[in-house]
């Protein structure tokens, strides 16, 4: 069947973009140590195109298998049915899928990573920064802590 076939190679086309984006999201984490932020905005372009290419495949295949579903005479169009209706074909498909479906696993769970490691590199940038530009404080006749504003050398007494 054609459409099984333009579907094959759309899931193919998906597995090469998954492990290409794989590869430049392990390469991320080097941009986050390095706090390059010219190369993370590049890469936030980056993943901002990859997604738009991901959704036109993924909306692309549902059209394909749709289009087959359709040209079998199922009502409606399932996985399940495309399955029960061409198994010999479905097998290199279903692999297909199978490999898709781990690529995207792993690429969530290097993106968690790399969410972390930038929650924690904004941390300790800002955890410099507080120490590079300290607040003024003085105290109060009670000793209580009271924060000064920038331009301020005295404080509220009350």
């Known amino acids: 069947m ?12 998906l597995r090469a973009t998954l492990e290409a984006e794989l590869v430049q999201a392990r390469g991320q984490r080097l ?35 749709g289009a087959a579903g359709r040209a079998l005479g199922l009502a409606p169009v399932t ?15 279903d692999a297909c899928m ?17 969410q972390r490691l930038g929650e924690r590199a904004l941390r300790r940038l800002r955890s410099h920064l507080s120490a590079l530009t300290p607040r003024t404080v003085a105290y109060d006749r009670r000793g209580a802590h009271c924060p000064m504003d920038d331009l301020s050398t005295s404080c509220r007494v009350a």
């Open 2 to 13: 054609d459409e099984l076939e333009r579907a094959a190679q759309i899931l193919d086309r």
């Open 31 to 65: 941009l986050m140590r390095s706090l390059d932020t010219q190369g993370l905005f590049e890469r936030a372009r980056q993943r901002s195109a990859f997604n738009v290419q991901l959704a036109q495949l993924e909306q692309a295949l549902g059209e394909v298998l």
């Open 79 to 93: 996985l399940v049915g495309l399955r029960k209706a061409v198994p010999e074909a479905w097998h290199h498909l």
């Open 98 to 114: 199978a490999e898709v479906r781990a690529l995207a696993s792993a690429l969530r769970e290097i993106d968690t990573l790399n």
